[in-house]
């Protein structure tokens, strides 16, 4: 059973917090006692003077001064003290929450994955065991080999997502830039989503002739993120739309979506890795958490910018800007 369950993590938190007001009670205890001390040694000292010897008042007033020296060097220690076990505290507190959470998001990353990784090989493994046991007519063969086919690259982008995660993590992979057609790749990217997502709405409007200085692969990959975390976040019965453009500004790469939006306090955690939209327990849609993280990694590494707006009432526009 993992340690970050939400019963353990309030346990671990009361723990903390109560250690915390411990020690921080025990240095007001410590301040009290060291000037309740020195307030003894000042009396005892005051009391040991005579009225008439020669230099009383001197005598007192020094033995006043030491008083308020050591009053103030008690403070000071005092406050140093408790600044740095604040700041300690808050550090602590917050490295501990930011790997709690981590935590939490790869535990949810390995089931995601998991499923994500099992539906497409027990859809291939059915589609070839059904035409290895049944003689079918050439049209259902080709049926199965397309339904094959589209899971087979699923397969194979989510391979490619987890792969390239771990390559920007390790600072392993080398991007190898050329003249890119990204017209061609962001048709190639509709025609692929198109049949694999034949129910849905999906539209298109791609500027033909438009290039970019770039990894293809990357491109490709940026743009298949955006458009299936559109499909995945929208109902069925809405349209997602694909645009293709260029300005002043540079060429823009535009997918619009009707789906439930993303609150402005989000709108930069959502290209964190791991990070999806919502509570991690409670949470339905499917997902890995890597898409827009990686889209945002790619961007960066072609000097591109990637926003999230929204899109009328409901629904996010994500928009990449490469410079031309």
């Not at 390790?170 to 190639?188: D, L, M």
């Not at 019965?237 to 979506?257: A, C, E, R, T």
């Amino acid at each position: 059973m993992s340690i970050f369950k939400p019963r353990r993590f309030a346990t671990i938190t009361i723990i903390y917090w109560f250690v915390l007001l411990y020690i921080i009670a025990a240095l007001v205890y410590w301040f009290i006692s060291l000037q309740h001390q020195n307030t003894r040694m000042s009396d005892l000292l005051l009391n040991e003077l005579r009225h008439d010897e020669v230099g009383y008042s001197a005598k007192v007033a020094e033995i006043l001064d030491a008083k308020r020296r050591k009053t103030a060097q008690y403070i000071g220690e005092g406050s140093t003290f408790l600044a740095l076990i604040l700041i300690g505290a808050v550090f602590v507190y917050r490295a501990t929450r930011r790997q709690i959470t981590l935590s939490l998001q790869q535990q949810n990353f390995m089931m995601a994955v998991t499923h994500e990784l099992k539906t497409p090989i027990a859809v291939t493994r059915l589609n070839l065991e059904t035409m290895q046991k049944r003689r079918l007519e050439e049209q259902q063969q080709q049926k199965l080999i397309n339904i094959t086919l589209q899971e087979v690259n699923r397969l194979n982008s989510l391979c490619n997502n987890i792969l390239l995660a771990s390559q920007l993590d390790a600072g392993e992979y080398k991007i190898s830039k050329i003249e890119v057609n990204i017209s061609e790749v962001a048709n190639r990217v509709f025609n692929d989503f198109k049949p694999r997502h034949a129910s849905r709405h999906l539209t298109a409007a791609v500027e033909t002739g438009l290039f970019i200085n770039g990894e293809e692969l990357l491109i490709e990959l940026l743009m298949s993120n955006l458009v299936e975390n559109a499909l995945k976040y929208s109902a069925k019965n809405q349209p997602v739309h694909i645009i293709l453009s260029k300005d002043s500004k540079g060429i823009h790469f535009i997918v619009k979506d009707h789906g439930p939006g993303i609150a402005e306090e989000e709108r930069t955690k959502i290209f964190e890795k791991f990070y999806r939209v919502g509570n991690e327990v409670t949470r339905t849609a499917k997902g890995t958490g890597l898409g827009l993280y990686l889209s945002k990694q790619i961007a960066k590494d072609h000097q591109a910018e990637i926003t999230v707006t929204n899109n009328g009432e409901v629904g996010s526009v994500f928009t990449v800007t490469f410079k031309t």
